[in-house]
């Protein structure tokens, strides 16, 4: 541990405990531009990403802690975190695969399962090891039935910061028993810097003409609908806050965006996902995913209650989540694309969160 203290003013001793009898810790990485990605691997969670703005300012682009501790109790379980075995929702908890009915997932969203259940991925201590000052990998094995999921899966994730400023995720999954997952990172950005109070004046482009409407579970229902005429668009640069709070029945049920979109793009296909950009800092931020579809959350529930890094305060929309991923609810949804692997498949991903200046 050469680093007491992080750039982004973390102390690495808060990070280490017994948890479930495995040592957590944080991990530093660094570029040769000087930016800096820390990891925890107590949920395999992002918890700082600083890069410099218009004016080389080193700035930290993520909300998160400032101590394992915190993280255990915090109100916003997922800052950072990798969700699965299944990240987004599977409707009243149950699924049915190769005939068999699996109905005992953790009901922990109104009616449904929300990213893995009550012990996700976000709340298990992952094994991590540090490749090279660029690089960290991480594992971990959900047993057969953990959280209600059938089968062994074993996952591997991989977290590079490259010379050019990009946080590359990769994510890799092998099962013993045919299974359903769905992994993402649920980083929440704020491009202003985290602790900065609203991301409404964020611009923000997102590549789909479709998007999945929910009910009022958020829970997707009927046809993809398309994005034209409505203020899901964001085919072109709008702000955040430009329609967010628009007489639309979309928005209402989730105090905000919490959708779907479905990316224009080709099966695994590497591509661009969506840009976000703050005015203030001039920061960019780049999106590419192999995944169909991301989420946009804009962080209507948070609510600043709890404490962040640097004695922060994180209030509703004070940042927005860009989770790759598949669609919500998949496993009950043939026409979606699939989310089942069977034994002797590899599963592969990978997001690319690339930042840059304007």
Known sequence: MKNEQTLSGLHIANFQKT????????CVLTNKAGSELTLLNYGAKIV??????????????????ASIEDYQTSEEPYFGAVCGRYGNRIAKGRFTLEGVLYDKLAINNGPNSLHGGIKGFNAVVWEMKQIDEQTVELKYASANGEEGFPGKLDTTITYRLTDDNEVVITYHAITDKTTVLNLTNHSYFNLSGAGDPSIGDHLLTINADYYLPTDDTA???????????????????????ERINDDFEQLKFGKGYDHTYILNKKENELSFCARCISPKTG??????????GVQ???????????????GQRYPMRSALCLETQHFPDSPNKPEY???????????????????SVE
């Open 337 to 355: 694309p699939s989310t089942t692997l069977h034994p002797g498949e590899i599963f592969e991903s990978r997001t690319v969160y690339k930042f």
């Open 48 to 65: 700082s990403v600083m890069i410099p703005d218009k004016n080389g300012k080193m700035t930290d682009v993520v909300t998160g802690h």
């Open 219 to 241: 829970i997707p229902f009927g046809p993809k609908e398309k994005v034209e005429g409505t203020p899901m668009d964001f085919r072109t640069p709008h702000e955040v806050n």
């Open 296 to 310: 946009l959350y804009t962080g209507n529930w948070m609510s600043g209650n709890h404490e962040g890094k640097n």
């Open 19 to 26: 948890v479930d009898g495995k040592e957590t810790w944080l």
């Open 283 to 292: 920061i960019v931020m780049d999106t590419f995913t192999t995944e169909p």
